[in-house]
């Protein structure tokens, strides 16, 4: 589990988060929603210690962050950003980078390191993939790697910035399949997406942001009733009960 608490950070001595105080749940899949430069990334970026807090805490099963080595927050939390560099090696080789915070130095993978990149492969339906090098990949199919990358890491949390971009409609839903697979087993999985839709029908906790604060949070349901959405985007949104449920639309 990860919890936020008045958590304000930023950069360069700029406020961008605002005090947010935030959970992640083991089991649930939170998405991060909210305009462009709200400060969404920033949070992802604070929670992992890899920019500067001003002010507040932030755990990690049960442990502040401040205590912990990089090494032990990789080890804890996965994180697969939203841009990311483009090495020449193949989707395999970048799917065992997700081991690093295992190995020692030298950096010598064992059995159990291409166990896992291979299950990482499988889950982000990179098998295909697996031999080709990132630079001859179109940008859905990198997003996949680095999404093997990720999952190779193994940890009871996974962060996630914008892991549906450049993606079609089927492998956005399977990224979203694999999510609430990772939920199903325990995991706390934290998406940035920006398809209100899809968030709204395939998240349990939507947290939605404004401003670098937190303008509301709570099921996808209790957060369209409260009308959230149509305030911060200037958008209307709305739902019709199917067969399968709520299907939300823009009208």
């Known amino acids: 589990m990860i919890e936020l608490r008045g958590l304000r950070a930023g950069y ?15 089991g649930r899949v939170t998405v991060l929603c909210g305009p462009n430069g709200c400060g969404k990334s920033t949070l992802l970026k604070a929670v992992l210690g890899m920019i500067p807090r001003l002010d507040g805490e932030v755990y990690i099963d049960g442990d502040e962050i401040s205590a912990l080595s990089r090494r ?14 483009v090495p020449s090696i193949t989707v395999r080789r970048m799917a065992l980078h997700g081991r690093f915070p295992y190995l020692g130095y030298p950096r010598r993978y064992g059995r159990e390191d291409h166990a896992a990149a291979e299950r990482a492969l499988v889950r982000a339906d990179a098998v295909d993939l697996a031999d080709r090098a990132l630079p001859e ?12 990358m990720a999952l190779a890491q193994e940890t009871a949390s996974v962060l996630m910035d914008e892991p549906t971009a450049f993606l079609d409609v089927g492998h956005q839903l399977a990224v979203m399949d694999t999510a609430r697979s990772l939920a199903g087993e325990g995991r706390a999985v934290v998406l940035v997406l920006h398809d209100l839709c899809l968030a709204l029908k395939r998240a349990d906790t939507l947290a939605v942001m404004a401003g ?14 409260y009308g959230a ?23």
């Open 12 to 26: 360069h001595g700029g406020e961008v988060l605002k005090g947010v105080s935030l959970c992640f749940e083991p």
């Open 72 to 85: 032990e927050i990789a080890r804890r939390a996965a994180y697969m950003p939203q841009d990311r560099a």
């Open 137 to 148: 990949l179109s940008g859905g199919q990198r997003q996949r790697a680095y999404l093997a």
């Open 212 to 225: 670098g604060a937190l303008a509301a949070c709570g099921t996808p349901g209790e957060v369209y009733a």
């Open 229 to 251: 959405l149509d305030e911060v985007f200037n958008v209307k949104i709305r739902r019709a009960l199917t067969p399968e449920g709520w299907q939300y639309y823009y009208a």
